[in-house]
């Protein structure tokens, strides 16, 4: 088969020329990504935090706690994923138009070492932003004091659809 | 590249031959799976159960409670790998030696459907098992009543190492 | 985020319910893969041979040989993965309509063998069939006189669009 | 599960503070890498090229021809996939040991745009190099004249092994 994403070609929005949110305090896409952030129960659930929205650019941290671990005592492979998800989405949610929805086509992480110390960041980016499709791009790190690891990389295609009224 | 797996080859055991838990009641492979699942954390946070286990195969099911939706309503795609990345890594202990750890390498997975419904099942299946990795399937089905959506399939790598004393 | 795929849900059909094209050999739909299959130029470089084609199964065979492989002698993983990608998304494209054209979103494999033998058989099948992106997984096995090893699977996402007119 | 790589922890080599090939010509990993992928078979009938090789990073090219297209014209996304899987693994083999071979474990690719142009550019790069397994990204460009777009991206999971003498 060819390579897909054709019909992406023409709305690709550069995901590195946008102000931060914090600078552009009424940007509605960050405001988006807020109120569905809010209305998560998963993400509660896990105890995230949104800490940064940027066009094409949204970090999700956690606290690491033994509530959400495997086995020995590390971090679960799953709320890594989860929250390395929720990052890519609404990174692509930030491109989007103002109706869309965001769901997860699929995804695929690489798990680079276990997972300990005290937050989890898990970083989503666009990589390429179509009319149907979002190709993102997710790291995620285990922090520590002043240490910092890259524990996981994600590569995840996101799909935009109208939200029903 | 050619494709790995050559010193996987020789100890492949067959994942369809093995009997159920139920009526081996003392298969030690089963036994270390239920020790290890109880100590996870983040399974029992996400109100999972182990539900079977046989040599090669896990299932896990889950309640879909508001509290692991995403945005929504639906189940969150995290919530999902969570519960299918623990089948896959369980599935492939139960063919790994006796004081083995099982680690989750990297996993794939396409998620075919929103998840509503009562309850999801996540199964994990050992598609080749290595000395060193297994090669992981696993399949999450929603259910309500007598409805069975099937609603994620998974690729995952799995990689085996000696528990520390 | 929530797993994707609603827009789907009303236009799957049933991958298995087709009848062979040997007992139907007016069939639209493989005579279609066929005559894009004839237009594939890497096809005929890899050597491959269009072997089966059902309404949601297709199957690709191609000798190995010299020609194509790593460099231990060995099927080359990407030559493995061509025929797995054109198995797979012509199992798409039996699903869809008359006009559409069939592309590659993303792939993901597990090489589960080194690929030696005389022949390799890729076989692709529809997960999920919707509206718009169609789910596949892929199996990959080496023949050689009556063994045959199963060296690769696979999952990918294919994307439906109109053909140009 | 918990993420996995923690023996692979201890002989992370960094990927980004070689000199390249050109200031040290007898590296013996890149010289490694150049005997190697003269020896492979599949490279040569697509046409493949080795263009840079340091500790950590590989890039192949290959001319965008007819005889290696899809149905439509486009470079066929399985050739996208065997340079890019080249590109990574000997991206991972620069950081083995002198005896070691690399085997592809599995890899996942999205494609980004339909590849056409007059050159296909592969690079691969290490993400995580551990004592068994090496993670890798890849992205490829198709260039033409003054133009590069970036038509797909890969994550890859290898893994070395010990030649047989």
Redesign the interface.
């Known amino acids: 088969?060819?390579?897909?994403?054709?019909?992406?070609?023409s709305s690709v929005r550069s995901a590195r020329s946008a102000a931060p949110v914090s600078s552009a305090p009424l940007d509605p896409a960050a405001a988006r990504v807020r109120a569905?952030?809010a209305?998560?129960?998963?993400?509660?659930?896990?105890g995230t935090e949104l800490t940064d929205v940027v066009a094409g650019r949204v970090v999700i941290a956690l606290p690491i706690?033994?509530?959400?671990?495997?086995?020995?005592g590390?971090?679960?492979?799953?709320?890594?994923?989860?929250?390395l998800?929720?990052a890519?989405?609404?990174a692509a949610l930030t491109l989007m138009p103002d109706d869309a929805?965001?769901?997860?086509?699929?995804?695929?992480?690489?798990?680079?070492?276990?997972?300990s110390g005290e937050r989890l960041v898990a970083e989503g980016e666009v990589?390429?932003a179509g009319g149907?499709?979002t190709?993102c791009?997710g790291d995620a790190y285990a922090e520590q004091a002043a240490e910092r690891v890259?524990?996981?990389?994600m590569?995840a295609?996101?799909?935009g659809?109208r939200a029903r009224p």
């Open positions: 088969m060819a390579p897909g994403g054709d019909r992406c070609r569905s952030f209305r998560q129960g998963a993400m509660a659930t896990l706690e033994p509530r959400l671990s495997q086995q020995d590390f971090l679960h492979a799953g709320v890594v994923v989860a929250a998800d929720s890519c989405g609404y929805e965001v769901l997860t086509v699929e995804l695929k992480v690489n798990l680079l070492a276990p997972v990589v390429r149907t499709l190709v791009r890259h524990v996981a990389t590569l295609t996101m799909v659809r």
